[in-house]
């Protein structure tokens, strides 16, 4: 069973920079693809970023030119490097990982004021 586990959310001004990472254990495969969603209040759950283990991104087009995705196989481990943050990036951030199956985090929260 594999288990996804965050870090790396918190408060953080406009303008600032926030780095999440997420950590998968328990898989001894180097899972396909893991990115992020995130969800704010009153919305659903969107599609922040994903990578494949080849290396392949995508990224939604709000967070384009400021947030990069990136990802050590060796690990297991995706990271979300969050610049220029605005605070419409407020939300409970969620790790995210697809092998046959979709795993998922707990969720980070981020907040972003203004």
């Known amino acids: 069973q594999v288990q996804l586990v965050e870090s790396g959310g918190g408060l953080v001004q406009a303008g600032g920079s926030l780095r999440l990472s997420c950590a998968a254990s328990?898989?001894?495969?180097?899972?396909?693809?893991m990115g992020w969603y995130r969800q704010a209040p009153g919305k659903q759950r969107e599609l922040v970023a994903s990578?494949?283990?080849?290396?392949?991104?995508n990224y939604a087009d709000s967070v384009k030119g400021r947030f990069t995705c990136s990802r050590d196989n060796s690990k297991n481990t995706v990271y979300l490097q969050m610049n220029s943050l605005k605070p419409e990036d407020t939300a409970v951030y969620y790790c995210?990982?697809?092998?046959?199956?979709?795993?998922w985090g707990k969720g980070t929260l981020v907040t972003v004021s203004s």
């Open positions: 990578i494949t283990s080849g290396g392949n991104t």
């Open positions: 328990g898989s001894i495969f180097t899972i396909h693809t």
């Open positions: 995210y990982a697809w092998h046959g199956v979709e795993y």
